[in-house]
């Protein structure tokens, strides 16, 4: 193990898929992600998923955990709704002459391609959600990430699973790329764009410390006594075009990934993790390659 002057500079967790998440100071790593990390997610009259890529103005709703594993969501012009695990709902009452309810059963939801079972949250959610995005979609939790959904099975390991994330348990991104690229972007077309925050790459993970770049050569990785395999690197899309806190779209990032970060035909910035190991993350903690 080489000595690293690098540490865990931020941790950054999503309850809602695409909505604003938050930055607490410490966080579980469990086998599929940090705990409480995009386990929901919009989906639309087909089950597919609803994110930013469709509906930018998702950035502007923001969603916190709560201790009894249920959320709260907070929206402009809408009150704030408490939502509690699909299972802990109080179910509906009997009507006399109509069948009892069958119990809070499963939907199918497609996260890009994947099919996976997952809890539809309460009706007073899915108005809600409806309600802020003019369009009808559901609110769903993934109520058993160890055993629904597996890693992309090209990069992963027999019985790997990942939440509602979009490929893998976890995004690393750093303060040394991040500033080499707001450079680039200064230099180039689109330069009022710029600087560009993080929260654009929405990261589960940022480290501060390491070089420009550094992360191409990164094969495994503890931040703290966590150990991580680097599966590949995150092929970026229009989300990152994405102002967070306006919800406007701009050219910036893809124009200048496009030019100077190009794998395979994807635009590349940061690096998907799968977790070795389990354990809490704090931020602070001192971030080494192992590999």
């Known amino acids: 193990m080489r000595p690293s002057p690098s540490v865990l500079h931020a941790l950054r967790i999503h309850p809602v898929k695409s909505m604003a998440g938050c930055t607490p100071e410490r966080a579980l790593v469990e086998p599929w992600g940090l705990a409480g990390d995009r386990r929901w997610t919009l989906i639309d009259g087909t089950g597919k998923v609803v994110t930013q890529r469709q509906r930018p103005r998702l950035a502007l709703a923001r969603a916190e955990s709560r201790p009894d594993g249920g959320i709260r969501l907070y929206a402009p012009g809408l009150e704030p709704l408490t939502v509690l695990e699909p299972w802990t709902a109080p179910e509906p009452p009997t009507v006399a002459g109509e ?37 009808e979609v559901r609110l769903v939790h993934l109520d058993a990430p160890a055993s629904r959904r597996p890693v992309d099975p090209q990069f992963a390991r027999p019985g790997e699973t990942v939440s509602f994330a979009d490929g893998f348990p976890l995004l690393v991104t750093t303060l040394g790329s991040l500033d080499a690229l707001n450079s680039l972007i200064a230099s ?69 990934l496009g030019t100077y970060r190009r794998l395979d035909g994807r635009l590349i910035f940061g690096q998907n993790l799968v977790p070795e190991s389990t354990g809490t993350l704090r931020v602070g903690d001192p971030f080494t390659v192992l590999d």
């Open 188 to 256: 180039g077309d689109h330069a009022d764009e710029g600087p560009l925050p993080m929260d654009r790459f929405r990261p589960n993970l940022v480290v501060a410390g390491t070089a420009p770049w550094a992360e191409d050569g990164w094969r495994r990785v503890a931040v703290g006594e966590v150990a991580f395999r680097v599966a590949k690197p995150c092929g970026r899309c229009v989300v990152t075009t994405t102002d967070q806190r306006t919800a406007e779209r701009g050219k910036e990032p893809l124009h200048t």
């Open 99 to 135: 069948p009892e309810p069958g119990g809070t059963g499963t939907v199918v939801v497609d996260v890009f391609g994947t099919k996976v079972e997952a809890v539809p949250a309460g009706s007073d959610a899915h108005e809600w959600a409806s309600t802020y995005l003019g369009v």
